[in-house]
């Protein structure tokens, strides 16, 4: 093992954009489907594997709808959850702020509650069991209606203390966010936090209605700000964070060589970006394995991978008080 990749493992770390649906591993996922009965279209984990190639955002959502497919109960949600956050603690992850897709589940008959109290029981279990503290964001999906983003949101209401924010997901082309203002001016107003995908196929206008219309406190990807001076002196101006997710730009194709991932770019801008998995099982990486990649492929330092980690904890959605005690941990090991 190389010196940096034990640096990067043992690290203590944050994680900002991770979809939990998209940590079902295919194993589990047979595992679900033969404990609910439902039919997949493969054979084998390895068969499940090898379908797993992508040529832009929307191949790997039509997969991605069919793997949460599987998941019924309320304890396929806590194993799934689970799952991810026993990979994570054996990775040094401390710190999670986690995604979950309601709309994916309640348009094929599952309750809403099923889905939030299986995920919040197993953050509970991971904060006792391994320390490891989280926050829940809700996504709405994006291809689907204003109104429909309206009821998912009433739905949330009686769980408002387990979700601190409101994302926005799915297909990005053709469903910028204004399409969403009205949704997220009311989230805010029920004290919701907002992050959004924008700029990961989208133009650099749709990381401005994010920032205007949306009202967001961190966006999700952002990378085509890099097209819009303007917009890049903007985020640096007001240090608005970034969660870019390497190894999903290089399997979704909007970077098609690591060596070019524009990450260490960003950071010599003084963009605030940190470093996150996205859809861990489907993009070959869990966090460490986002690190190392840019690591090895962009010639980062120890002080690079340092400020990135850094930047995760400062980024959060925790009390500066659980920021300072996590940047502490950091400092502690960098030294
Ligand atoms: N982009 C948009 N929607 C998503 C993603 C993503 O990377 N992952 C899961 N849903
Ligand atoms: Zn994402």
């Known amino acids: 093992m190389s ?3 034990d640096f990067i493992e043992k690290m203590p770390k944050a994680e900002l954009h991770m979809h939990i649906e998209g940590s079902l591993e ?3 996922m047979f595992e679900l489907a033969a404990r609910n009965k439902i039919d997949i279209p493969f054979k084998t984990v390895q068969a499940v594997r090898d379908a797993y190639h992508f040529s832009n955002l929307q191949d790997f959502l039509d997969i991605y709808y069919q793997g949460m497919s599987v998941l019924i ?3 396929d949600f806590y194993d799934l959850t689970f799952a991810y956050l026993t990979k994570i603690h054996q990775q040094n992850v401390i710190h999670t702020e986690i995604f979950f897709d309601p709309q994916g589940h309640t348009d094929r008959g599952v309750s809403f509650s099923s889905v939030i109290n299986g995920i919040d ?5 991971g904060e006792k069991k391994y320390g490891i503290s989280s926050r829940l964001i809700m996504c709405f999906l994006r291809h689907l209606s204003e109104e429909e983003a309206f009821t998912t949101l009433e739905q949330a209401l009686p769980y408002r203390d387990k979700i601190i924010g409101v994302g926005l997901d799915s297909s990005e082309l053709g469903h910028p966010p204004s399409k969403f203002e009205r949704v997220f001016a009311k989230a805010k107003t029920e004290g919701f936090l907002a992050v959004a995908h924008a700029g990961e196929e989208g133009p650099p206008g749709y990381v401005k209605e ?3 219309l949306l009202k967001i406190d961190r966006l999700d990807h952002g990378n085509r700000s890099l ?3 303007e917009l890049i002196d903007r985020l640096v101006d ?4 970034l969660t870019i997710c390497p190894l999903s730009n290089f399997k979704l194709a909007g970077v098609k060589d690591m060596r070019n991932h524009p990450i260490k770019k960003m950071l010599d801008l003084g963009l605030k970006v940190t470093v996150n998995s996205d859809d861990p099982a489907y993009f070959g990486g869990y966090v460490n394995e986002n690190y190392l990649a840019v690591a090895d492929n962009l010639d980062l330092t120890k002080d690079d991978i340092l400020a990135l980690a850094r930047n995760g904890f400062e980024a959060s ?3 500066n008080t659980q920021k300072q005690a996590m940047i502490a941990r950091l400092e502690d090991y960098g030294h």
């Open 3 to 5: 010196d940096m990749q």
């Open 26 to 28: 295919p194993e589990l």
């Open 73 to 75: 109960t309320e304890q």
């Open 121 to 125: 029981r197993a953050l509970s279990d």
């Open 210 to 212: 994010a920032l205007d």
């Open 227 to 229: 097209e819009d001076a």
């Open 238 to 241: 007001m240090q608005m964070a």
């Open 317 to 319: 959605f925790c009390t």
